[in-house]
């Protein structure tokens, strides 16, 4: 090679590197989304741009935050999980239930619709990671379990939430440091999430069986069992979602969080979370979520039929997905070149 062909390398190398952890690295689109709608909704309608609004997405914003999280994790396994809304429903009834039963034992028992939103991702795990069943048709059917158990455990009934103790209403309304309990809490999970995934064994598992599931076994890893545990987290992620979704709403019924799985699986796809697995992370999943509550705020604003809203959130994902593919095919371009460059 001659010397003008080695600098031309040397100089393209690094100018590729640049365009590769730019398109990896999809949070700052993402987050620069975000920014946009927030301008755009603040032109069309005054209110929009008020702190009360602002407090009003972010309380909505933050069970979707926490669900989009774990959903994120299975897609990151190249798996999905469509029963999160269900589950929602089912933990959140149930297990306020049991804390309306008990109020004596105190605030412990808000581990109650946590637990039952493990053992549900106990059960899709089981199915997916050991039965071998397609992540879509396993949570499909446990979509329908879960609710119809909500059903049958209800009867008709529904609880209301000045019928629970003094505890779960002072959760609901808490502060710290001038934010919302509920938001701090979102926070706190998206923080947590994305550090273990980033540096704890099992979140770097998660990442691998989701980039090359064909090479899991050649690196020595389990892929039914990180799969089994990333459904369990994503089930107890969910159960404390279900715990804060039944503790803002008036009353608690077991037609909770409809739509809520679609809305969770647009947030991770409009987030960045590749839906071929093995890329993204909870933060753009998050902010993802941010962005969803967000256009369905400014079109309530805007007087949007449900109709308008469920479209916008249907084409988020078809349009996500597009973006989806259309990046990862120029990064293996960009791969295969610079590598090509390198041998070179």
């Not at 390398?9 to 690295?25: C, F, M």
């Not at 946590?114 to 991702?121: E, K």
């Not at 009867?155 to 509920?182: E, M, Y």
């Not at 979602?241 to 739509?259: C, E, K, N, S, T």
């Amino acid at each position: 090679m001659n010397s003008s062909a080695e600098a031309a390398t040397a100089i393209g190398a690094p100018r590729l590197g640049r365009r590769i952890a730019l398109l990896q690295n999809r949070v700052l689109g993402v987050a620069a989304f975000l920014v946009l709608l927030v301008v755009f909704f603040s032109l069309l309608d005054p209110r929009f741009a008020s702190l009360a609004n602002a407090d009003t997405i972010a309380l909505n914003g933050s069970v979707l935050v926490i669900v989009a999280c774990g959903e994120a994790i299975v897609v990151l396994t190249r798996n999905y999980d469509l029963s999160v809304g269900s589950i929602v429903a089912l933990a959140s009834y149930v297990g306020l239930d049991v804390v309306r039963l008990h109020p004596g034992i105190g605030p412990s028992l808000a581990l109650v619709p946590v637990l039952i939103g493990g053992a549900c991702g106990m059960v899709n795990g089981a199915l997916v990671a050991y039965a071998n069943v397609p992540s879509v048709i396993a949570t499909l059917g446990t979509m329908s379990i879960f609710r119809g158990l909500a059903y049958l455990y209800a009867g008709g009934n529904q609880i209301n939430v000045k019928d629970l103790p003094p505890w779960v209403v002072d959760i609901a309304s808490s502060h710290l440091f001038g934010l919302s309990g509920l938001v701090v809490t979102a926070f706190l999970v998206v923080v947590l999430i994305g550090l273990g995934l980033r540096y704890l064994r099992t979140g770097r598992q998660i990442y691998a069986i989701g980039s090359n599931p064909a090479a899991v076994p050649f690196y020595g890893l389990r892929g039914p069992g990180i799969i089994f545990r990333a459904y369990v987290l994503t089930g107890l992620l969910t159960g404390l979602a279900a715990f804060l979704f039944g503790v803002r709403a008036g009353y608690i019924v077991p037609y909770l969080a409809q739509g809520l799985e679609l809305t969770a699986l647009a947030a991770v796809v409009v987030g960045g979370v590749s839906v071929l697995g093995g890329s993204g992370n909870v933060v753009g999943a998050a902010i993802g979520a941010l962005a969803l509550a967000t256009i369905n705020n400014g079109l309530i604003l805007l007087g949007a039929s449900d109709f308008t809203r469920q479209f916008i959130e249907g084409a988020a994902i078809v349009v996500a997905v597009i973006v989806d593919a259309i990046i990862q095919a120029r990064l293996r371009e960009l791969l295969r070149t610079l590598r090509r460059r390198r041998a070179s």
